[in-house]
């Protein structure tokens, strides 16, 4: 029976990802390959920090929950093969066959090609712009290394780690704050700091072992009221502490309080979800099936925009801030929509192919 709380939840984070990449574009915090600050007000920056510090951790959660469940139905070799197709292809060939527009609106949005003004020669500008253009596919090509670790784990304890999982209740949750603590300290990567191996893969293997046990999420919904408070009250005090200063990297992303704030959001999520969101209707159906083309084409329209309102027009910040969510909501899913009808292209940029339909999570 399909779980349509993970299904919401997945497309759910999804739009928060994009209202935080329309704000993220004109920050006054971090304005390096951003266009940075239009405007004086920058209240609309808190939106950043009420999100960063558990939007992703939540996305690894249950695709490591998705991966139990898969793997349930289907042997090792054929997981490889469809998480490879879903993640590692659009993540790389697909970076050669679209991301290289991404690509170049970053570069534009940097200054980039200021610098490289015939230094560079031309052929070589297909694959930097490629490269630069991995953008948001950071995250699937986290996951498809979190999948193959999963793999391993999985041959050397046998299951019995999974099972002993099973019994953890809501003080063990809880405290699970502490190795989450813990592994958001190791494997960041220096200068690429959204690749946070230690945390995202924890996290991943805590959705397979931990969360993916029916009696779990029972004791997050059970509790989901007391989580959903302590998780708002830990944020307005992360953002009062740290607002102004570099969220994306230590003290900020790694500190005790971020890391109690974004799990406690977590498990908040998780049991209120159950709680109210455990159903589907049209809306949820539609947004369940275009969820990851939503993710990966948002941010090129996005940057398209914002690019071209800002360095052409002389556009009141508000308008801007509205056209530029607008062309990454409703570009985002046009170009889903164009992109997956087309054989091959398909396959390279979303990892789709034909195949009978199956109701099975992964």
Not at 221 to 245: H, P, T
């Amino acid at each position: 029976m399909r779980k349509h709380f993970i299904d919401n939840i997945r497309w759910g984070t999804i739009i928060l990802v994009v209202i935080y990449h329309v704000i993220y574009m004109f920050n006054g915090i971090i304005t390096e390959g951003v266009i940075g600050p239009i405007t004086t007000v920058r209240y609309q920056d808190a939106i950043q920090y009420m999100l960063y510090p558990w939007f992703m951790v939540i996305l690894f959660i249950i695709s490591g929950m998705c991966a139990k469940y898969y793997l349930d139905r289907h042997t090792d070799k054929e997981f490889i093969r469809a998480r490879t197709r879903k993640l590692l292809v659009p993540s790389t060939i697909g970076l050669f066959v679209f991301g290289w527009i991404q690509g170049y609106f970053n570069m534009a949005i940097s200054h980039a090609f200021d610098s490289m003004s015939g230094n560079v020669p031309g052929i070589a500008m297909y694959p930097i712009m490629a490269l630069c253009g991995t953008g948001v596919l950071w995250t699937v090509q986290v996951m498809w290394l979190c999948s193959m670790l999963l793999l391993l784990v999985r041959k050397m304890e046998k299951g019995r780690l999974y099972h002993l999982c099973q019994k953890a209740n809501i003080l063990v949750l809880v405290l699970l704050t502490v190795p989450v603590w813990g592994a958001a300290q190791i494997l960041n990567m220096p200068i690429i700091c959204v690749y946070r191996f230690g945390i995202y893969g924890f996290c991943f293997l805590l959705g397979y072992y931990v969360f993916s046990h029916d009696e779990v999420i029972e004791q997050l919904e059970k509790y989901c009221i007391f989580l959903l408070i302590a998780a708002v009250s830990l944020g307005a005090v992360y953002v009062n502490c740290y607002f102004g200063q570099n969220y994306t990297v230590a003290p900020g992303v790694n500190s005790p309080l971020a890391i109690g704030f974004g799990w406690a959001a977590c498990l908040a999520v998780l049991g209120c979800v159950k709680r109210w969101g455990n159903k589907t209707n049209a809306f949820s159906e539609y947004m369940t099936k275009r969820s990851f083309g939503l993710y990966v084409f948002h941010y090129t329209t996005l940057s398209a925009t914002a690019y071209v309102l800002t360095k052409y027009t002389h556009t009141a910040p508000v308008i801007v801030y509205l056209l530029t969510a607008i062309a990454a909501f409703c570009g985002g899913l046009l170009l889903n929509e164009i992109i997956s009808g087309i054989p091959v292209i398909r396959w390279c940029v979303l990892g789709i192919k034909k195949e009978k339909k199956q109701n099975v999570q992964g």
